[in-house]
């Protein structure tokens, strides 16, 4: 599969920013101004933004050059992100990817977007979801569809593909995400970027909307890990310094049945992991039971948690004339859905959970493929993987939702891959907690893989 050649010149890192800032190499207001333009021939190519904010913007980046002059500059002084339209921006368009919502401005920011425009970072605009994210491609009836920068005839995936297509496409150089399922790590596998969910509760969801709160996480996006490093440290998640990663032991977990890798999965995983074999003590982990039930207990326990937050805030009769048909099917599936379902979908999560502690004993960290494909076409229904064929939804979520309904920290790296060839990506998986410890393992083996998709 070929991917789209012609992007432009990808954002600069945050670390390279900052650098050029503080050496006033450039000013705030010239690298907002550039990073709206960006943003803005983004939305026009593959409809990665929802809403750009030029006044707000430009007025936060002539703040940041005065604290630049007067000494003043914080941790992300006048960096550039993007936030995903599940969270509350004071004074920015928040829609949730709904019509439902239109013209809504939110009066405060949510707590992750307050800490980090108080540490200076600028939020130059809205990037797409699926409606109330849920979903996994992005798609909007109403809205148009996001697409894939590498290849504009596929989708981004989702729900957090706006982010991920922002970033992939240059617009940006990171962005909050929100991951019930999978919802930053999948759009970040199947774009070619970075993308991490940290443990469950590890930061704030206050003015985030909900999906499914026992599952819900906010995430972090960034072209390389390193971008996602710069947010997660002013968001305090600490990163250690020391060469412990050296004698990290990991668990391989190359498939979860029933989905296969695709070929080209495979073999760009096998050939991760070979490379990676030579630094770590690399153990197979027997996965034929680990896994068995979890995603139809996931889908059960989002179904549920999903139609208890939506009734409570709208009757049918709002529902039906500003929602999407997609979600109107899930919501009626919901009143469907019975308490002994949810309660046995419970059951399935703790057993899980058990059992994901138990192989973990022996190793620090789980490693295996984000997605098993790559990016599915625009409208497919169906992934056909061999002998087997799934929805779209199953395909892309059977890797990623286990670590949802366990809570545990996980980050999509993408995998080398030859210039013009859609991305796969690996998956690392850390204990509950060990959230800084798997952003600087992440980073080493990003390094280690060595050069990453050609722009």
């Known amino acids: 599969m070929r991917a789209n050649p012609a992007l432009p010149a990808p954002a600069d890192s945050l670390r390279g ?20 333009q960006a943003a803005e021939a983004s939305r026009q190519a593959v409809n990665a933004f929802a809403a750009i904010d030029w006044d707000r913007a430009l007025r936060a980046a002539a703040e940041s050059d005065r604290r630049y002059a007067n000494g003043t500059a914080r941790a992300l002084e006048g960096l550039p992100i993007a936030v995903k339209d599940l969270i509350d921006t004071r004074g920015i368009d928040t829609c949730y990817g709904s019509s439902a919502y239109l013209g809504h401005r939110p009066a405060v920011d949510a707590d992750v977007v307050h800490a980090l425009v108080d540490r200076g970072a600028i939020v130059v605009g809205k990037t797409t979801t699926h409606e109330f994210a849920w979903g996994v ?38 962005g909050l995400g929100t991951d019930t399922g999978g919802s930053v790590r999948i759009p970040a596998a199947l774009c070619g970027v970075a993308g991490f969910k ?47 990663w050296l004698s990290a032991r990991i668990g391989v977990v190359r498939e979860i049945a029933p989905v296969p890798l695709a070929p080209d999965v495979a073999t760009a995983f096998d050939a991760a992991m070979q490379r990676l074999a030579r630094t770590f003590a690399c153990i197979d982990i027997g996965a034929p039971r680990l896994f068995a039930g979890v995603f139809d207990a996931f889908a059960a326990i989002v179904l549920v948690e999903g139609g208890i937050e939506h009734f409570r805030r709208n009757g049918w009769d709002r529902i039906a004339a500003h929602y999407g048909a997609e ?10 859905t019975d308490l002994r379902t949810y309660g046995v979908a419970q059951d399935v999560r703790r057993a899980f959970t058990a059992r994901l502690r138990d192989a973990m004993a ?15 076409s625009l409208g497919a229904s169906d992934v056909r993987i061999g002998e ?5 939804r199953e395909a892309l979520m059977t890797y990623t939702a286990p670590f949802n309904i366990a809570g545990f920290p996980a980050i999509s790296v993408p995998l080398p891959a030859a210039t013009g060839v859609l991305p796969a990506a690996l998956q690392i998986v850390a204990r509950p907690g060990d959230d800084g410890a798997l952003l600087q393992i992440a980073q080493q083996i990003e390094t280690l893989l ?6």
Do not use: K, Q
């Not at 709160?213 to 390389?224: A, E, K, Q, T, Y």
């Not at 979600?327 to 469907?336: N, P, V």
């Open 17 to 36: 920013l900052r650098h050029a800032l503080v050496t006033r190499e450039i000013t705030a207001v010239a690298l907002t101004e550039r990073t709206l």
């Open 137 to 174: 491609t992005t798609s909007s009836a109403y809205f148009g569809d996001t697409r894939n920068p590498l290849d504009p005839s596929r989708i981004p995936g989702g729900s957090s593909g706006g982010a991920a297509a922002a970033i992939a496409h240059g617009a940006v150089p990171a």
């Open 327 to 336: 979600t109107m099917d899930r919501l009626r599936r919901a009143e469907r």
């Open 388 to 392: 087997w064929t799934g929805t779209v």
């Open 362 to 376: 022996g190793v620090d960290y789980l490693v295996l493929p984000t997605c098993p494909c790559t990016a599915p």
């Open 450 to 455: 060595g050069e990453r998709i050609a722009a």
């Open 198 to 244: 940290p443990t469950h509760d590890a930061l704030s969801t206050r003015g985030v909307f909900p999906l499914a709160p026992s599952c819900d996480h906010l995430g972090l996006l960034g072209r390389h890990v390193d971008d996602v490093l710069w947010l997660a440290n002013a968001l305090h998640i600490d990163v250690p310094e020391s060469d412990a």
